[in-house]
C-alpha cells in the first residue's frame, strides 16, 4: 500500500489528481494540505473536502489549511480566468459536514512524516510554501520520509509564465529551492511531460461513458469544469483547440506508475531573481556541474498507458488493474 501526503491549491487538475489518489486501490492518502495558487488555500481545503465526500475513500482524510502567501513579499490572489471563481470551474459539488484541522499545515506535514516514517511520499501539486517551512521547523525530514514528488517545472519545454518558468515554480522559487537543495529524493514531474499528455473532449466522453455509478459524479464535474473554463483558457493561452494539458494528475500517476516515466537525474537549482527567468529550473549539464543536489527529472512520459490509467481509476473495475 502507497502512502501518500498531498500538498495542493485545489483547482481542476489538482481535483483529479486527489481524486484518483482517493479511489486507487492501492493507494491511502493520509491527509491534504492547501497552499495558494489556482485558488486561496482556504478555498482549496473547502474543495478537498468536498472531493473526499464525492469519492468516499472508506476511510479518513484530514484536511489543513496552509499558506496563502509565497515565503517573500505578497500574492496578487488567483488567475479565476483559469480555474473558475471557485477553483473548479465554478461548479458546484456537493457540500460536506467534514471541517479542516485547526493546525499548521507544517506542523501536519512534520506529523505525518513521523506517523508514517519512510513510507511516506509527499506529493506537491502547488507551491512548496508548506513543504519549505516544514523544512525550516525540521531540517531532517528528507530523512525521515520515503521521498518527494512535485508537479512542476521544465527542463527543456517552454515555460508557461516566463520563456522557462512554470506557474508553481514560479510562485514561490524561495520555497522551491529550500526544497530541492533540502536532500529528499525528489522528482520532477513537469511539463516536459505534462505536455504531452493531453485530455480532449474524446477522453471526456469515454471518462462519461466508462465511470462506474459511484464515480459518475465526478466524471459529470470534471466534463462541466473542463468544457466551461480549462478548454477556453488553454485555447486563449495556448492556441489549444478543445485539448489541454494534464499536469497534476501526471503527477500522480508518476507516483503509483514510474515505469510510464523515463527519468534523468542532473544537478539542479531554482532562479530566484532573474527578470524573464524567476522560477527557472537551472538544470546544469556541464562536465564539473555548480555545488548543487540532483534532482529526478521526467523527460518523457508513454502518454497513452498515462491517459488510461487515470481513466481506468475511475471506470469498471476490470480496466482498472494496480
Known sequence: MLKFLIDADTGIDDSVAIYYALKHPNVRVVGITTSFGNTTAPQGAENSLRLIKMANPGYEVPVVVGENKPLFGDW????????????????????????????????????????????????????????????????????????????????????NVLPMSEANIFGDPEAADIVLQAGFDITMVGLDVTHKTQVTPEVLQKLLKYATPENKAFAEYIVKATNDVY???????????????????????????????????????????GEYTRGMIVADLREYPMDAKYLNICVDVDNVRCLERIIATFTEKAFAIG
Not at 460536506?96 to 506535514?109: C, H, R, S, V
Not at 508518476?254 to 531554482?270: D, G
Open 76 to 159: 496578487h490572489g488567483p488567475e479565476y480566468h483559469i480555474h473558475g471563481s471557485n477553483g473548479i470551474g465554478g461548479v458546484e459539488i456537493p457540500e460536506t459536514d467534514q471541517k479542516p484541522l485547526d493546525m499548521k499545515a507544517e506542523d501536519f506535514i512534520i506529523q505525518m512524516a513521523k506517523e508514517h516514517g519512510r513510507e511516506l511520499t509527499i506529493i506537491t501539486l502547488g507551491r512548496m510554501t508548506n513543504l519549505a517551512l516544514a523544512l525550516k521547523k525540521e531540517p531532517e525530514l528528507p530523512n525521515m520520509v520515503k521521498n518527494v514528488i512535485f508537479m512542476g517545472g521544465t527542463y527543456k519545454e517552454r515555460g
Open 231 to 273: 478548454f477556453p483558457f488553454n485555447h486563449a493561452q495556448n492556441n489549444c483547440l478543445d485539448r489541454s494539458p494534464v499536469h497534476d494528475p501526471s503527477a500522480l500517476v508518476y507516483a503509483t506508475h514510474p515505469q510510464l516515466f523515463t527519468t534523468r537525474k542532473i544537478p539542479c537549482r531554482v532562479e530566484c531573481k
